[in-house]
């Protein structure tokens, strides 16, 4: 019975902790229906999510209220939120279906973070793992893209992932069970449509046992390949890589050295956001006068120079893209408020009244202040050029940029500095150094503590 398969998967993969509902995430289709039953029917707990995407009109609107409905059967919380999926693919340049998957996963992981849930869950089943090997090989990718779905990413489990879409109608139809059927999923305008519509039924034509035994095999076989290949990625990698504070350095000729460099690169530098286009340019480069560079959203690889032990290498400099741009981020006037500083960090706000045993912050990355001296909201932004303010214990004031020299930072550790302000006044060098005017002192009766 599929009920029993359903508990033998989570069961020996580890999927779910009783202790926390896991949040399901339910469209009104078929195969989140049946997740949904089988959750409630195991005595699981759960909550579930829907986002109403705003594609189809009074369709979708109907969906929604659908899935409310059968999530008030249940007696489980329900979580919505309609989005307009359209503008926001416009606005960014990206597809409807890259900007639906950003928009839901994007409000999952907020709704697991406020209501503690265990996990997210998806109803991907086998069908959907050899339409997205299809798809990716359509658009080119190596044993990564592959392998098909993992049974767990991160906080987002599979839980059906055992089970084909004929198991999960039948499943359906002997339960009563009711489901809405998507009117897009019979156009071919989206890719895997066109996938599912002509492309797998001619395959499971010529292999009936496909989805049954062939895929599971040979994604068995893949896997397994691709854990070999990590392996041997991350041994050659500790073995040619340079660490220098908040760079790595990959000296050319130990990565021209290797057999089939341009995969090793492109395999190394993924992570960071580089495109294979990319690595292949930066291994040309290397046959050529240093200096260029390559960027991704938030690295940027420079063909470089560098001394070490008395001899000058060049190869690939590797680091962080600082935050050119200038921006502004307000923090309020409430405790415990994290704030996300574009390449600088997390800074963790509490503001507590001051205690006789209240002990002074040694690290720099923790700065007290008087909080009846500061005037909120405050800001942090770049330093900028003439920047000036009075360092804890001096008589008089000095440039942000010379006390950036004194430190002896690095480019980018400069680029990428931060500074905290109250009304027009630097209170803090984030990370560096505070403001002598906002110091606690005896008179101090309420604390503000940033920690970065």
Known sequence: MLEQRFLAFINDNRLVNPARPTLLTVSGGLDSVVMAELFSRAGLPFAVAHVNFGLRGAESDADAVFVQNRAEQYGVPFHLTRVDTAAVATERGISIQMAARELRYTWFAELLRKHEYGAIATAHHQNDVLETVLLNLTRGTGLAGLRGMPIRQDNVIRPLLFALRDDLTEYARQHGLTYR??????????????????????????????????????????QAAERIVQSELNRVWLRTVQYEERFIFLPAHTLLDLPEPAFYLAEWLKPYGFLPDQTDAMLASLSRETGQQFASPTYRVTHDRRVAAEAT????LLEPLPALTTYEITLPDWPNQPVAVPGVGILHVERFDRSANFQFPTEPT???????????????????????????????????SDLLNDLKLTRTEREQTAVLVSGNQIVWVIGRRMAHEFRVTEATQRITRIKL
């Open 313 to 316: 290498q060049t190869g690939l």
């Open 181 to 222: 059927e998507d009117s897009s999923n019979a156009h071919d305008k989206y890719a895997r449509n066109a996938i599912r519509h002509h492309v797998v039924p001619v395959l499971t034509g010529l292999n009936p046992n496909l989805l049954h035994e062939t895929l599971p095999r040979t994604l068995s076989k893949l």
């Open 366 to 400: 923790i700065a007290c202040f008087d909080t009846d001296q500061l005037v909120f909201p405050l800001t942090i932004r770049p330093w900028q050029t003439g920047d000036r303010f009075r360092p804890l214990g001096m008589r008089g004031t000095k440039l942000v």
